[in-house]
């Protein structure tokens, strides 16, 4: 008898998270509605993406209960994200490729 009442609360939890998902879909399409400006609409899409896209990632994948992963994998995340923003930074000063300006030949005025 415990499995059904298993069952029913996982269902329930389901219902709950498809819902959510279809009023983030209904937020979506609202938010477009808005015609904000362009750095606004992304960030706007990119946090109702990332929410719709943990609510999903954690139940229907089943990823909340792998917390070690999950916290190991975001870690990595993040020091791959540092070292890929730093790169550019540690080369602005970088002369290598830089063309050699060389001084135009003069006209001889033929």
Request: aromatic share 8%; proline share 4%.
């Amino acid at each position: 008898m415990s499995d059904s009442s298993d069952i029913k609360s996982h269902l329930g939890k389901y219902w709950m998270i498809g819902a959510a998902l279809l009023v983030f879909t209904g937020i979506t399409v609202a938010a477009n509605q808005l015609h904000l400006v362009v750095p606004l609409a992304i960030t706007v899409a990119l946090v109702i993406a990332i929410t719709k896209g943990s609510m999903v990632a954690a139940v229907f994948m089943h990823l909340s209960h792998e917390k070690k992963w999950i916290y190991g994998s975001l870690i990595l995340t993040v020091v791959f994200f540092i070292v890929l923003m730093t790169i550019p930074f540690l080369t602005i000063n970088d002369t290598i490729g830089t063309p050699i300006h060389v001084s135009a030949p003069e006209h001889t005025g033929h």
